[in-house]
């Protein structure tokens, strides 16, 4: 019997290593699972990331912010990006969703008291009055399983840390 694959038949993947693509369904869904996430922002010449606290209402995040450099950038007109992640702890499935798209202030009436009913509370302490929303243009997700360190540590990593210490 030959263990070589025959023509046009391709191997099984590693599913160890296999990457799945999320449908847009999906990556809502797990964004509702989380209320951190990172937002990716342009400060003057440089990228910079802050932690936020967000909901999603009706295909879209929001966010509270007191005023301040985050406001001012994500809601200066240049594009935002978001990441959140997670990681089922029984099965050591990882997940990352990102979105991009636009950030805007919320500032219809009825679009702030529609907000506040979010109970949207940030973790930090102090004003937190403005209500900031993500429009987003793309929506992605991958969720992969998490491999064990020994699979991917190397002498060069204790060298590494040996150097540090």
């Known amino acids: 019997m030959s263990t070589e694959s025959s023509p046009g038949r391709h191997e099984p993947k590693d599913q160890t290593h296999a990457v799945e693509d999320l449908d847009h369904h999906t990556c809502w869904q797990l964004l509702r699972s989380v209320s951190v996430g990172r937002l990716a922002v342009w ?32 809601t200066g007109g240049t594009p935002v990006a978001m990441e959140a992640d997670g990681i089922n702890a029984d099965t050591g499935v990882a997940w990352s969703v990102v979105i991009k798209g636009q950030a805007a202030p919320v500032q219809n009436p009825q679009e702030v008291m529609d907000t506040v009913g979010l109970l949207l509370f940030p973790w930090q302490a102090g004003k937190k009055e403005h209500f900031v929303r993500i429009t987003p243009d793309t929506v992605t997700g991958r969720r992969f399983k998490v491999v064990p360190p020994q699979t991917w540590w190397t002498p060069l990593d204790d060298a590494t840390r040996s150097g540090l210490e």
Do not use: C, S, W
């Open 43 to 74: 400060v003057d010449d440089h990228p910079d990331i802050f932690p936020i606290n967000y909901k999603v209402d009706h295909g879209t995040l929001v966010f509270r912010t007191a005023e301040g450099t985050k406001l001012q950038a994500a």
